[in-house]
């Protein structure tokens, strides 16, 4: 049973545009929201990470927006560039003796 | 400051073989996690092992071990290969058994087994 379900699982995105990626969770324990970025040939490197008791954190272009009720969270890139074309993954961990887990990864394309 | 440095980084085995997958995490970091990254499946947790006690195992066969030393560093062990093993296995450091301090993952072991 996946408990991060992540969408959608490719984008592709103009140069300049916004792009948004969603994850949805049922584990109400889960209390950390990170996400990471993978470039190809490279492990995750963590972009940015949220708390339930916020419902927005934002860092230069990256904003993570969370819905604690819908137990929903999404990564919005602003101003969106190639550069950015990465394999991006939501992931939660939960309070106690429980494993950071991951969404299934989004494949964003930025074209010029 | 290193990062989390993983060797080997390529591996082609044979089916029925064994492999030791090593993970040398950043100075100071006590606490490793395992991840068998695949196409279809994302990223899977395998274990935790924090201080060379191991706090948590997915749900993987028995055949995936793992352990770590005194000195932070883990490996870990793969017996009997299958085919569906090949995948790339990613390793993380952090400073705290939760990883909300931020994990530090490793560029990865590709096993390829044929």
């Known amino acids: 049973q996946q408990q991060v379900k992540q969408s959608p699982q490719s984008l592709i995105v103009q140069k300049g545009g916004i792009s948004i990626i969603n994850c949805a969770y049922e584990?109400?324990?889960?209390?950390?929201f990170p996400w990471y970025q993978q470039f190809p040939g490279k492990g995750p490197a963590l972009l940015i990470a949220i708390r339930p008791d916020v419902s927005e954190k934002k860092e230069g272009r990256f904003t993570i927006s969370f819905n604690k009720s819908a137990k929903q969270f999404s990564l919005h890139i602003m101003d969106s560039q190639p550069g950015d074309s990465a394999t991006y993954f939501c992931a939660a961990h939960g309070a106690g003796n429980t494993p950071l887990v991951f969404g299934k990864g989004t494949r964003l394309s930025v074209i010029a | 400051k290193a990062g989390v440095t993983q060797t080997p980084r390529y591996l082609i085995k044979t089916r029925g073989q064994q492999v030791t997958l090593s993970c040398s995490p950043i100075s100071g970091h006590r606490s490793v996690s395992w991840y068998q990254q695949t196409p279809g499946q994302g990223l899977q947790f395998l274990f935790e092992?924090?201080?060379?006690?191991?706090?948590n195992k997915g749900n993987f066969p028995g055949r995936f071990s793992g352990r770590q030393f005194s000195n932070s560093r883990s490996e870990m062990n793969v017996s009997t290969l299958e085919l569906g093993d090949s995948a790339l296995y990613l390793c993380a450091s952090s400073s705290r058994p939760r990883g909300d301090y931020g994990y530090t993952f490793g560029s990865g072991t590709r096993l390829t087994v044929v």
């Open positions: 584990n109400t324990a889960f209390d950390y």
């Open positions: 092992y924090f201080s060379e006690t191991q706090r």
